[in-house]
């Protein structure tokens, strides 16, 4: 079952990326290696958008403090 499962999706998702390489006259391999290079890239892009924004969110909390009384200024 398992390995009726994996080859339909072998022999349908590689047919995904030589279609497409036929289409726009290229290797196969070339456009699957895109592929994964973009998919590292978006990773890697996102990481770096949380670790500005909690960066951001860390420095507004340092800087709007709440202060509990008026005698605390």
Known sequence: MVTKV?????K???EVS???ADRLGMRASSVRLFFIYISFF??????GVYLT?????RLK???YTKR???FDL
């Open 18 to 20: 030589s279609r497409l």
């Open 6 to 10: 994996r080859h339909f999706f072998e």
């Open 61 to 63: 909390d340092l800087v």
């Open 12 to 14: 349908h998702g590689f």
């Open 42 to 47: 978006t990773v890697g892009l996102w990481f």
């Open 53 to 57: 924004l909690a960066f951001l969110v």
């Open 68 to 70: 509990s009384s008026v």
